[in-house]
Nanobody
Framework: QVHVVESGGGLVQTGASLRLSCAASGDTSSSSAFGWFRRVPGKERDFVAS??????TSYADSVKGRFTISRDGAKYTYLEMESLKPEDTATYYCATTRDSWRRNTPSHIVQFGYWGQGTQVTVSS
């Protein structure tokens, strides 16, 4: 079992930057991928970014060039968010996979087996 905890959310103004952190504990694996998703009330959870065990990254079109995902070994991942917009307001969830991801990186909810509880990011206009 893997326990995932996000941190770093908050209230910021348009154009500001924010860094989300995610810590995984328990039966973690260095070959797992990490991902970030976000959800606004009434909508589905959307993919934001992911990173494979080898550092391959993938981003949603809406955040390309503004968000950067990184990882530190098997237990930590970060999401650097710049030039934030009001439409980035959401609850952000960190997730990690049960399976190994080396040659590519996942981007679908079903590919992730462990999820955090989420951290709220609010961008005011």
């Amino acid at each position: 079992q893997v326990h995932v905890v996000e941190s770093g959310g908050g209230l910021v103004q348009t154009g500001a930057s924010l860094r989300l952190s995610c810590a995984a504990s328990g039966d973690t694996s260095s070959s797992s991928a990490f991902g970030w998703f976000r959800r606004v009330p009434g909508k589905e959870r959307d993919f934001v970014a992911s990173i494979s065990s080898t550092g391959i990254t993938s981003y949603a079109d809406s955040v390309k060039g503004r968000f950067t995902i990184s990882r530190d070994g098997a237990k930590y991942t970060y999401l650097e968010m710049e030039s934030l917009k009001p439409e980035d307001t959401a609850t952000y969830y960190c997730a990690t996979t049960r399976d190994s991801w080396r040659r590519n990186t996942p981007s679908h909810i079903v590919q992730f087996g462990y999820w955090g509880q989420g951290t709220q990011v609010t961008v005011s206009s």
